[in-house]
């Protein structure tokens, strides 16, 4: 991007039309400031010497408001608390259970676990801005212990379910990387698959129904359903590393190029209420 001010260490420069910019830093890390006409400011962290390194910024405008951001990405609909980013930080692995479901002893029919297996191929490199495949997918009856670093277990179990919440379809063990288990309580509900991938992904409930979201029933029609309000903000999120919190301010720890902290663990369940089935309701 041409024209951008860039501001470290006491020195400022421009980004030539190209983009390109330089600043002659001492040795160290150094805040560094991105701002600009028709961009959101960012600040973040850059270690000199550093030989080339790239910032990305987002565009002012669009499909981006820090509003539904906070809502979606950090949990912070309804005046929660704020929560850091829970992205992935390596390429997930997917277990399908294809064991029958133990409730009712159902089958898993193949059609099921393909439209599950679909699910998982457009859904993550959709959110993570292609960072991950998606591509890592067992269908396995003898699958990992739950919560196993790396794993994301997709399984059916109404009794589960009902243990949550009486009238969820299903729910998430919790909100992002680096492990997660997604439960449908029966074979209809695989529908759901895409949302619970999101939360999979690290997307929140946006509850505030700031703008359209496939994360709070109000999703595209057709697979994979997600708004373009709910893959800008996921691809932004992808974009910021594990920790961050204002969206265009990392935390100082972070440095370009250098290695991202591990997000705190957590393991708080989050269910998710469907009130009515498709195709108008999300
Ligand atoms: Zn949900």
Known sequence: ???????????????????????????????????????????????????????????????????????????????????????????????????????????????TIDFVREAIRVTVPLLSAGRYRGERIEVTRDPPADMTPGTVILRWNAAEVSEYAETADAFAYRVGGDANVVVFRHLPETWAVHHEIGHVMGLYHPLGGLRPSHMWYSGELEPPHFTEWDIFHAQAMYARPPGNTDVDVDPPGFVIGGTAAAAAARAEPVVCFFPERPPDRY
């Not at 600009?36 to 850059?46: A, F, L, N, Q, S």
């Not at 005046?79 to 829970?86: H, S, V």
């Not at 390429?91 to 193949?110: H, L, V």
Request: proline share 10%; charged share 20%; no cysteine.
């Open 1 to 111: 991007m041409a024209g951008a001010t860039l501001s470290a260490g006491g020195m400022t420069a421009r980004s030539a039309t190209d983009g390109s910019f330089a600043l002659d830093l001492p040795a160290g890390d150094h805040r560094i400031t991105v701002s600009g006409p028709g961009i959101v400011e960012r600040t973040t962290t850059i270690r000199a010497p550093n030989g080339t390194l790239a910032l990305d910024v987002i565009p002012a405008g669009g499909p981006w408001t820090v509003d539904f951001y906070r809502e979606i990405a950090r949990n912070g609909a309804g005046g929660g608390e704020l929560e850091p980013l829970i992205p992935w930080d390596s390429e997930p692995t997917f277990y399908i259970d294809a064991r029958p479901e133990p409730t009712t002893g159902a089958e898993i029919p193949a059609e």
